[in-house]
């Protein structure tokens, strides 16, 4: 029930086109889903969240979809380029329990050609 | 911006040695978390604390421990260091509503 299953495990995308990274939950509890963007050699940095209460949310060229009803959501990259190739987490958390602790993905790792 | 500084970035230790990792926040936040990052495993969760003295395991405590005594330093204890705790460790910090920011990492390679 704690897990975040996260896929695929790896992608490879032309410049311009437009990678999906799923995940899926199991804990209806959750209520805060982010999304981190790590670089190597680098801590992952926070690219965008979302709550259970909207169903999409845009930051510039990162969409989030959120089906509830699934519990599922997607990161979407529109236009896609080569500074994006990263590997990416979804998460979890619970911020009702007060303790703010995160389940993440096991990661995709992104790879977009010139 | 919050500032999560790991002062050891590279290490390299023998299989037996006591190992600290440190971590500090630049702000007066509450709560404090070490991950362990592993290939195809993602982020676990090691031990968090959300006060002073105050601690609780994450999903995968065995073999570690941690110490806060001010609030702004959270440091991780490997006791007996053994090469399957070779791995990137990042420390977080919850700054406001639920988003954590992360430190740059501590590779530790036990040997």
């Known amino acids: 029930q704690q897990q975040v299953k996260q896929s695929p495990q790896s992608l490879i995308v032309q410049k311009g086109g437009i990678p999906i990274i799923n995940c899926a939950y199991e804990?209806?509890?959750?209520?805060?889903f982010p999304w981190y963007q790590q670089f190597p050699g680098k801590g992952p940095a926070l690219l965008i969240a979302?709550?259970?209460?909207?169903s999409e949310k845009k930051e510039g060229r990162f969409t989030i979809s959120f089906n509830k009803s699934a519990k599922q959501f997607s990161l979407h990259i529109m236009d896609s380029q080569p500074g994006d190739s990263a590997t990416y987490f979804c998460?979890?958390?619970?911020?009702?329990?007060?303790?703010?602790?995160?389940?993440f993905g096991t990661g995709t790792r992104l790879k977009v050609l010139a | 911006d919050v500032k999560v500084t790991q002062s050891s970035r590279y290490l390299v230790k023998r299989t037996g040695e006591k190992v600290f990792l440190e971590c500090v926040q630049d702000?007066?936040?509450?709560?404090m978390f070490w991950y362990r990052q592993d290939p195809g495993l993602g982020l676990r969760l090691i031990y968090f604390?959300?006060?002073?003295?105050?601690?609780e395991k994450g999903d995968i405590p065995e073999g570690y421990s941690v110490s806060r005594e001010k609030k702004e330093r959270f440091s991780l204890i490997l006791e007996s260091a053994s090469t399957n705790q070779t791995s990137m460790y990042l420390c977080?910090?919850?700054?406001?509503?639920?988003?954590?920011?992360f430190g740059e990492g501590s590779w530790l390679t036990v040997v």
């Open positions: 702000m007066d936040h509450e709560n």
């Open positions: 804990n209806t509890a959750f209520d805060y």
């Open positions: 604390s959300y006060d002073v003295k105050m601690k």
């Open positions: 979302i709550r259970p209460d909207v």
């Open positions: 977080a910090v919850r700054h406001s509503g639920n988003t954590i920011y």
């Open positions: 998460a979890a958390s619970r911020g009702a329990s007060g303790t703010y602790k995160y389940i």
